[in-house]
């Protein structure tokens, strides 16, 4: 697996990043998209573009947009949860948020945090406070924002109603309806949509994602989160065997891969099983790679309990056992409906 660097940059977030940067009259911004399509190094560049002592912002290569990049610029911070930090390879010291992931298990094993905490916010808070250490502005980042427990967002409300002069904030999340609204309300917003299709599968030619069609369907048409597939062992033609695999139970997961991948990938194949029954188009999986759709109540229930297993699959009791339990399921999805 490819180690995200601390500055990733995408093609596709340049122009995006140079308007949003122009168009932002207040201190606060809230951007709106999915994170598979590059939605933080969107933000990034935003940040990037503020911070930026040349011309034309960013430059590349000012003492700003070098500190910038090796994630040291004293200007700028990042809010992440350490489940995130973990998942973008972003580890260094300019990230906060990290300290103390969840308690859990009385071995002391300690899980990475899916929380952004409000020591963490607190500490930013503060840190805003301060005069900025290069003259401009100061720049905090979020992501997810609604990583953020009522508790922390209600610490950063103070901060959106009355900013020390030269902050910006920039809260970055996938469904804005899941932020306050009390914190919506404060900022400018902007949406994200991705790159074009044809743009985002060039890209993953570019990162040796071979039959880059397949992978980026598999990925709902988000190139980052189909590169990262790809990185965990998701190839185009095991991506194909999968349905069939998965209805005759034979199928077997790539190494590693946590249980909420593959629940991911298991609400895909229902997904599409269930647009099969329904007479459309299945949309992660090629068509021809479904296994006839089985009856619709088995699909619903299995459905059902998918999304019940999203909630508290992060920390599993038992996780090979959660993961036979997933697969036996799925299996009975289809060995059922096929034996009437
Ligand atoms: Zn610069």
Redesign the pocket.
Known sequence: MTAASPMPELPWVAAPAAEIARRQRGHALLLQGHPGAGVFELALRVARTWL???TP??????A??HLFATNSHPDFRALLPELTQVELGWTTGAAEGAEGGDEEGKGGKRKPSKEIRVEAVRDAISWTQTSSSRGRAKVLLLFPADAMNLISANALLKTLEEPPPGVRVVLVAEDAERLLPTLRSRCQRASFAGPAPAEALAWLEGEGVAEAGVMLAAAGGHPLAARRLSAEGFDADAWRALPQRVARGQWVPPPGVALPRLREVMQKLCHDAMAQAAGSVPRFFPPQSMPPAPEWPRLSTWSQSLARLARNDEHPFNAPLATESLLAEARDVWGKARGR
């Open positions: 930026c002592e040349g912002a960013p430059c590349g290569h000012c700003a947009c």
